[in-house]
């Protein structure tokens, strides 16, 4: 074993990507045993807090993705009890989890992203939904994709084709968040960009280009093998490239992100890479794009992980 101490993989929690998590977590945990770091995984329950309180770990790696997963709620929990844990702090996470922040605070740094509106389910009711529909038309176009403000792995997200299709998918989308982020459609090719900071600096992994094999990265496509293909490094020129790199590692300093995180994006027809979102504990499942890019990066998920976790033990400690 390691002298690092236990290390605890949260995993699971009660969000719609519970299933996601636990696969993630199970990955982690085992890839860690194999070189010998002391590793617990375990859910996110009642029994979680006076465990921590009597049986401390000695760093946490939260795998958790979606709503108390990644809002900051976990990570606020393990500071209100000192314990060091992997990745992005609560404020952090917070802006990062809410794509309109996180949308308007890379913007604001010069990092392209597709226009859109940000709306309530009750602006639709109180106001309705008919004339907001045909005004939100009018000024982004068509197509559109409406997502949750908040949340993960295509719940609730549906693409727009026709004004007649938006009322239907914002239904779907209310049945996840009560806000939607309406956005217009860049045409391109859809990338994940990760980014690593091992103490020296944030630095973006070699990007992911993703290819649905029925033309859409729904959930069923991010999670069965075979459903997608991916090119790493994605095809595209080295100057949109290294462009593409540049906005991740934007989108990570300025949203205040700090280990790891993972940048979705578009690139358009002039190879200009348009920020879609940044998922601040990327998924770790065999069909996950971050540990695809360290490996890419000729990089171990298992070495990176115990790593990142000494990292954080020192970080508390002094």
């Given amino acids: 074993m390691t002298d690092l101490g236990l290390v605890l993989v949260l995993a699971g ?5 519970r299933e996601v998590s636990l696969r993630s977590g199970r990955r982690l945990r085992d890839a860690l045993e194999r070189i010998d770091v002391e590793t617990e995984l375990r859910d996110v329950d009642s029994s979680m807090l006076p465990t921590l ?10 795998v958790l993705h979606g709503t108390s997963g990644e ?6 929990v393990l500071d209100l009890y000192g314990l060091p844990y992997v990745g992005a702090a609560p404020a952090a996470c917070r802006a990062a989890f809410d794509k309109a922040t996180a949308k308007a605070t890379v913007a604001a740094a010069g990092v392209a992203t597709p226009r859109a509106v940000t709306l309530p389910r009750e602006a639709f009711h ?4 008919a004339a907001l529909i045909d005004r939100v038309v009018a000024r982004l176009g068509l197509p559109l994709v ?9 719940f609730g997200v549906s693409r727009v084709e026709e004004t007649g299709q938006l009322a239907e998918a914002l239904m779907a989308c209310f049945g996840y968040h009560d806000w939607a982020l309406i956005e217009r459609v860049v045409a391109g090719v859809e990338i994940a960009v990760g980014v ?7 630095v973006a992994l070699p990007a992911v280009e993703i290819q649905p094999v029925a033309g859409v990265y729904d959930y069923a496509a991010r999670y069965t093998p075979g459903a997608t293909t991916f090119h790493i490094p994605a095809r595209l020129d080295e100057n949109v490239l290294r462009a593409a790199a540049a906005s991740a590692v934007a989108a990570h300093r300025v949203l205040g992100l700090r280990d790891l995180s993972r940048t979705d994006l578009i690139v358009d027809a002039d190879g200009i890479a348009h920020f879609l979102e940044v998922n601040v504990a990327p998924g770790l499942t065999d069909t996950s794009t971050w540990p ?11 070495t990176v992980c115990r790593d990142l976790a000494a990292t954080a033990f020192r970080r508390a400690t002094g």
């Fill in 53 to 62: 309180a009597t049986d401390p770990p000695a760093v946490v790696i939260p």
């Fill in 292 to 302: 695809m890019a360290l490996q890419a990066a000729g990089l171990d998920l298992a």
């Fill in 13 to 17: 929690g009660l969000s719609p990507e």
């Fill in 146 to 154: 409406v997502k949750p403000r908040a949340g993960g792995s295509a």
């Fill in 126 to 129: 109180d106001l309705g939904a």
């Fill in 71 to 76: 809002d900051g709620t976990i990570r606020e």
């Fill in 196 to 202: 690593l900071d091992t103490g020296d600096g944030p």
